[in-house]
């Protein structure tokens, strides 16, 4: 079973930066690409950047575009989400997702087969 751990979220003023980590718990970590999702209250759960197997294809929402750089470090089976000029709307809980199925990311929610719980990102004004 693949479990997800999220870490680095924590509130932050606006035009101020975070970085998430995501550690991965599977034998052969370059087997999945992987996402980043975030939540706020009342909301769906909305695409923000997706990263293939091997990191050479990254994808972004536009909402986030040319502010926040998705990453990952296969040797370390983690994947990161560096957040520039955060915005007060960036404010949402930030899920880690896995995906065995194919090798580039996508942007859908049921494309994703493991998630993590989440860690909350608050930016203030």
């Known amino acids: 079973q693949v479990q997800l751990v999220e870490s680095g979220g924590g509130l932050v003023q606006a035009g101020g930066s975070l970085r998430l980590s995501c550690v991965a718990s599977?034998?052969?970590?370059?087997?999945?690409?992987m996402g980043w999702f975030r939540q706020a209250p009342g909301k769906e759960r909305e695409f923000v950047a997706g990263?293939?197997?091997?990191?050479?294809?990254?994808s972004y929402s536009d909402s986030v575009k040319g502010r926040f750089t998705i990453s990952r470090d296969n040797a370390k089976n983690t994947q990161y989400l560096q957040m520039n000029s955060l915005k007060p709307e960036d404010t949402a809980r930030y899920y880690c997702?896995?995906?065995?199925?194919?090798?580039?990311?996508?942007?859908?929610?049921?494309?994703?087969?493991?998630w993590g719980q989440g860690t909350q990102v608050t930016v203030s004004s």
């Open positions: 997702a896995a995906d065995f199925r194919v090798p580039t990311s996508g942007v859908s929610v049921s494309g994703y087969d493991y």
């Open positions: 599977v034998r052969t970590f370059s087997n999945y690409a």
């Open positions: 990263i293939s197997r091997i990191g050479d294809r990254t």
